[in-house]
């Protein structure tokens, strides 16, 4: 089982739709997670965290978390093309791995 | 503010081989990790270097070693190269531990591809 896990996709999501990327990880134990964005032929940069369970929200972007199911999701309502890009979820737990664990990534593309 | 340097950006070796890639962090970020990133295999965690000393290590084989200098410059190598890789490396930096913030900037990476 890999420790954390992410469909690869790609998600097509047509412009204005809500598009729900997924991860689910292994290690009971992590306490942050993350989620960061790479545009094709460029480097990851961090776009949302979040610490608690529940839902935290950044504009267009809502992180949720969901520690019992061990699951945390990124929602982007009303996407646009220009988030079409991969989206890595990484998580740590600074008690066992002390290490950002990511995801393979989930592409999303945005059709006008 | 200048952000994460990475040389070289492109290069070609051959098996057997070794390779030095260099980073320079953001100005002020102590810690620098080094992640392997292949298509199959998504973005692997190498090793993370914090006041010049290694403070974790992925599944890597000892090919792959790394270094901090004083200035928090790091440096990567490879030795024996294989063409398994052949990947984009990437430096991030951070102000702390990459475990305790998890917010990491990353550099634009070093292509390396081993014929």
């Known amino acids: 089982q890999k420790e954390v896990e992410q469909n690869s996709g790609p998600l097509s999501v047509p412009e204005g739709a809500i598009a729900s990327l997924n991860c689910t990880y292994s290690d009971r134990g992590s306490q942050s997670f993350f989620w960061y964005r790479q545009y094709s032929g460029k480097s990851p940069e961090l776009i949302m965290f979040i610490y608690s369970n529940g839902d935290k929200e950044d504009g267009r972007f809502t992180a949720q978390l969901n520690k019992a199911s061990q699951y945390v999701s990124l929602l982007i309502r009303d996407s646009q093309p220009s988030d079409s890009a991969t989206y890595l979820c990484?998580?740590?737990?600074?008690?066992?791995?002390?290490?950002?664990?990511f995801g393979t990534g989930t592409r999303l593309q945005v059709f006008p | 503010k200048a952000g994460v340097t990475q040389t070289p950006r492109y290069l070609i070796k051959t098996r057997g081989q070794q390779v030095t890639l260099s980073c320079s962090p953001i100005?002020?970020?102590?810690?620098v990790s080094w992640y392997q990133q292949t298509p199959g295999q998504g973005l692997q965690f190498l090793f993370e270097y914090f006041s010049e000393t290694q403070r974790n290590k992925g599944n890597f084989p000892g090919r792959f070693s790394g270094r901090q200098f004083s200035n928090s410059r790091s440096e990567m190598n490879v030795s024996t190269l294989e063409l398994g890789d052949s990947a984009l490396y990437l430096c991030?930096?951070?102000?702390?531990?990459?475990?305790?913030?998890?917010?990491?900037?990353f550099g634009e990476g070093s292509r390396l591809t081993v014929l």
């Open positions: 100005s002020g970020h102590r810690s």
């Open positions: 990484a998580v740590n737990n600074p008690y066992n791995t002390d290490k950002l664990i």
């Open positions: 991030a930096s951070s102000l702390g531990r990459s475990g305790n913030t998890g917010e990491l900037f």
